[in-house]
């Protein structure tokens, strides 16, 4: 077998590595998901309301069989249909301020996310 040196200093930077990753992982179940699907979602909502704001009916040619811009139009109102509420249940459920940065950086232990509590 022959003699193989070990680099102490790549192995020690390769477990730190592991090690950052891991917190980090831990630190995501620490996080409400609730909150984290509110925020997700409500930006998702204010990104279709800037798209609709950007076109006019009016101006949409509904001579061109090829355009399928109603069809589209149809399909993110409907979706806008079951996202509003979802949002706003979210909202309620996860007890949302509105202030994101303060809300995403609201903690609660891992072991509470699973835990049952007894009294």
Known sequence: MPDEEIDYKKLYEREKSEKEKISQRLSSFEMSGKTKLFYSLNRQQNDLADLLNKIEIKDLSLDDPKDKTIER???????????????DLLA???????????????????????????D
Do not use: H, Q, Y
């Open 73 to 87: 139009l149809k399909t993110i109102w409907a979706s806008i249909g079951t996202l509003a509420p979802l949002v």
């Open 92 to 118: 309620i459920s996860a007890g949302v301020s509105g202030d994101e940065k303060k809300d995403m950086d609201t903690r609660v232990p891992f072991i509470e996310t699973v835990a049952t509590k007894r």
